[in-house]
């Protein structure tokens, strides 16, 4: 059997997403294991979660370091010794700096809800309801130096309907998420992610 892809997966309140990652490595559909979960909030539930299923945590409260490079330092210390090879932003609530990129170079996914490049930064699905978009969604990319800039690897799209709110919207595309976040991890660890410029092939 192929060695399983070991993850990383950063957090910061619900962890919904992280649920998703985890039920779909327990029915086999995501080639990899979660290696630690880090939290910067130390009441996140996704922690519960993580406890729920026996999965390693850590919890680095952004408020013990001077600074934004020393909270990544001491984060990439985290994901180094648990031997992660690749990071999961599920809900992490952190602009990263330069280290961690530079320490998981093309290593780091990101599920963001919109429709990238609409809407990125905080509150994507209330964007979208005052924007007046008829369709909206999520999108997973691989994170570079910018907001929600970096390659795209997969994306979903949902209807906006003339009554939604941002919590109605935001309940229709956090289904979607739970579907494309764990189908694009596991196309990284089956290899077949392939990045040129901008774009993201798929191999078959
Ligand atoms: C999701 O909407 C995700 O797209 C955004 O933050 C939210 C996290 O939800 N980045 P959860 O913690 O996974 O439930």
Redo the contacts with the bound molecule.
């Keep these: 059997m192929a060695e399983l892809l070991k993850l990383g997966v950063l957090?910061?309140?619900?962890?919904?997403?992280?649920q998703s990652i985890i039920d779909n490595i327990e029915k086999g559909s995501i080639k990899a294991l979660i290696k630690i979960v880090v939290s910067n909030n130390p009441d996140a539930y996704?922690l519960t979660r993580a406890k729920n299923h026996g999965i390693p945590f850590a919890i680095i409260k952004n408020g013990d370091y001077k600074s934004k490079e020393d909270f990544d330092t001491q984060l990439v210390n985290i994901l180094k010794d648990n031997g992660v090879e690749l990071v999961a932003?599920?809900?992490?609530m952190r602009i990263i700096s330069p280290i961690l990129l530079k320490a998981f170079p093309g290593r780091i996914l990101?599920?963001?809800?919109a429709l990238l490049p609409s809407f990125p930064g905080l509150h994507?699905q209330k964007q979208a309801v005052d924007y007046g978009v008829k369709y909206s969604g999520?999108t997973v990319h691989f994170v570079d130096e910018g907001v929600d800039t970096g390659p795209i690897i997969i994306q979903s799209a949902v209807p906006v309907l003339d009554d939604d709110t941002e919590e109605t919207l935001?309940a229709r595309?956090?289904k979607e998420?739970h579907k494309i976040y764990p189908q694009a991890i596991n196309l990284f660890a089956e290899g077949r992610l392939e990045i040129k410029g901008r774009k993201v092939f798929i191999k078959s």
């Design positions: 957090i910061s309140g619900n962890g919904s997403n992280l996704g932003l599920a809900g992490f990101n599920i963001h809800p994507g999520c935001a595309i956090l998420e």
